[in-house]
């Protein structure tokens, strides 16, 4: 078993946590706005921040796409990397 990517879609996170959609969407609306700050701070372009995640711009846009909520941890940590900061997440 050589998976590239080992660990948890970040839906089935939230799944486990009984939390419904709305409380999903509002996390990942935190969550976008968070990275989208950290961009702004940093003055990164959209084109720029996915290239020092090594996806595509269009990967890029789901992510900032607060409606989305399809996004695996795996995306976060990188995201975090590019942004010189570090994923944490954690149980209620």
Same mark, same amino acid.
């Given at each position: +078993?050589?998976?590239?990517? @080992?660990? /948890?879609?970040?839906?089935?996170?939230?799944? $486990? $946590?009984?939390?419904? =959609?709305?409380?999903?969407?509002?996390?990942?609306? @935190?969550?976008?706005?968070?990275?989208?700050? $950290?961009?702004?701070?940093?003055?990164? =372009?959209?084109?720029? +921040?996915? /290239?020092? +995640?090594?996806? /595509?711009? !269009?990967?890029? $846009?789901?992510?900032?796409?607060?409606?989305?909520? =399809?996004?695996?941890?795996?995306?976060?940590?990188?995201?975090? /990397? !590019?942004?010189?900061?570090?994923? =944490? @997440?954690?149980?209620?």
């Amino acid at each position: +078993m050589n998976k590239k990517h @080992v660990g /948890s879609n970040f839906d089935d996170f939230l799944k $486990e $946590e009984k939390l419904d =959609s709305a409380n999903i969407l509002a996390i990942k609306r @935190v969550i976008a706005n968070q990275i989208a700050e $950290e961009m702004k701070k940093k003055k990164l =372009s959209k084109t720029q +921040m996915a /290239s020092r +995640m090594k996806t /595509s711009r !269009a990967a890029l $846009e789901r992510l900032l796409d607060p409606e989305n909520a =399809s996004i695996t941890l795996f995306t976060l940590e990188r995201a975090a /990397s !590019a942004l010189g900061k570090k994923l =944490s @997440v954690q149980l209620g």
